[in-house]
């Protein structure tokens, strides 16, 4: 189909504007794209209160509400256990700090500086993190409550033929129920290992462990590796040495398994989607937009897949 002029500049100018917005949306992407991804999964809730209550807005409220008082209740106690926390070690590390070689309180004194850079690095983008709580709770609120319009605008507005339309938005559903089902798989399992691994070595706080575990693995790379790396190197500090090089170990080995091996298998069967189509889609999403990297970019290979479906590459 040839285009006018007139149908040209209209084309142009449409592309112009949507790659102005992208760019005013870019720095919120994250909460944006959560938020919808909460209201996916919390629309049947949605749609029972609706009906309870006959009212979008009073359900849509009573949602935000509920995720509200869960974020500030573990943001309070996390905040208490962890303070409380790091004065113990500080506590046991300097009474043990004369008997410590050279070497160990050089690599004591390197972590507490660094944990302290990155402490103070989090306090300074606190404003960034109430605006994009802010967003989030915002963004939720009016996808559940206009949820149904929003998706029929989308449906319509894609200048796509209705075959692949449909093909684009079943993969977008596969890959978000596939990430949420599998990250809560993969979390519980971590959980799991590192309360295990913490009452097996005799750390003690198993439950909290498995907790922080669970908790990290939502996020890529850092993941629950985190946790084993500082409890080893405290275990190291006090003097503790294999119980510290048995953690380390454990940790990494049984947490590598289930990240980088058990979590794209999961995907791929669950999305439906070729295992390198997610493996890629995962790495370079979260190496060009960061955390929320993990969601659009096996989405993005996706929809090129819908589009290429017909190459013996894609099959399965």
Not at 5 to 22: D, I, P, R, S, Y
């Amino acid at each position: 189909m040839v285009l006018n002029n007139k149908q040209m500049a209209e084309l142009g100018l449409t592309l112009f504007v949507g790659v102005l917005a992208f760019i005013v949306a870019w720095p919120y992407l994250t909460p944006l794209v959560f938020a919808g991804v909460v209201a996916y999964f919390s629309y049947p809730v949605f749609n029972r209160l609706n009906k309870k209550f006959s009212s979008s807005t009073i359900s849509a409220l009573l949602i935000c509400g509920f995720f509200a008082t869960i974020i500030v209740y573990l943001f309070n106690n996390g905040i208490s256990f962890t303070l409380n926390e790091i004065w113990e070690i500080y506590s046991v590390v300097s009474s043990k700090a004369s008997s410590l070689s050279a070497t160990t309180q050089d690599i004591v004194q390197f972590f507490a500086n660094n944990a302290i850079v990155y402490l103070s690095n989090l306090a300074a983008r606190l404003p960034y993190f109430v605006l994009s709580g802010m967003i989030f709770f915002l963004s939720l609120f009016y996808f559940l409550k206009d949820g149904r319009r929003i998706v029929n605008w989308a449906e319509d507005a894609l200048p796509i033929p209705a075959r692949k339309k449909m093909q684009v938005l079943t993969n977008i559903q596969q890959n978000v129920d596939a990430f949420v089902y599998v990250t809560l798989f993969i979390g519980l399992i971590q959980g799991i290992v590192a309360g295990f691994g913490f009452h097996m070595f005799e750390i003690g706080y198993p439950l909290m462990a498995a907790l922080a575990a669970g908790t990290l693995s939502f996020l890529p790379v850092i993941g629950p590796y985190a946790l084993y790396l500082t409890a080893s190197l405290i275990l190291f500090a006090a003097g503790d040495t294999m119980t510290a090089i048995g953690l380390a170990l454990y940790g990494l080995i049984i947490g590598s398994i289930l990240d980088y091996t058990l979590r794209p298998i999961l995907l791929s069967k669950r999305a439906k989607l070729h295992p390198l189509i997610i493996f890629l889609g995962v790495f370079g999403g979260i190496s060009i937009m960061g955390l929320i990297g993990i969601i659009i970019g096996p989405i993005i290979l996706s929809i090129a897949q819908a589009f290429f479906k017909d190459l013996a590459l894609f099959e399965k």
